[in-house]
Nanobody, 126 residues
Framework: QVQLVESGGGLVQTGGSLRLSCAAS????????MGWFRQAPGKEREFVAA????????EYTDSVKGRFTISRDNAKNTVYLQMNSLKPEDTAVYYC???????????????????WGQGTLVTVSS
């Protein structure tokens, strides 16, 4: 049974930083690309970032490019999201997700992801 457990959310001021972590278990972590999505109050869930199996390929939504960095440590079965220069519009519940198996690349489509964490709340105050 696959489990994804996020941590690292919290309250931060505009311009601050947070690092989210997502610990995975249940199947061979290095086989699967990973992604981060977020859902703000009253809005649909949206793609934030994704990383390929080997970490060589990353993908970001335009609004976070240059501010957020996704990374992974396959030895620790963990994916990270470093968030810098945070803005109030980044306030959301952030979800870690595990993609289906693919030989290379990433996906920004939530429907491609097989497993989801419970989410961690990030609140950016102005």
């Amino acid at each position: 049974q696959v489990q994804l457990v996020e941590s690292g959310g919290g309250l931060v001021q505009t311009g601050g930083s947070l690092r989210l972590s997502c610990a995975a278990s249940g199947r061979t972590f290095s086989y699967y690309p990973m992604g981060w999505f977020r859902q703000a109050p009253g809005k649909e869930r949206e793609f934030v970032a994704a990383i390929s199996r080997d970490g060589r390929t990353t993908e970001y939504t335009d609004s976070v490019k240059g501010r957020f960095t996704i990374s992974r440590d396959n030895a620790k079965n963990t994916v990270y999201l470093q968030m810098n220069s945070l803005k109030p519009e980044d306030t959301a519940v952030y979800y870690c997700a595990q993609d289906k198996f693919r030989l290379s690349g990433t996906s920004a489509k939530s429907t491609e992801y097989e497993y989801w964490g419970q989410g961690t709340l990030v609140t950016v105050s102005s």
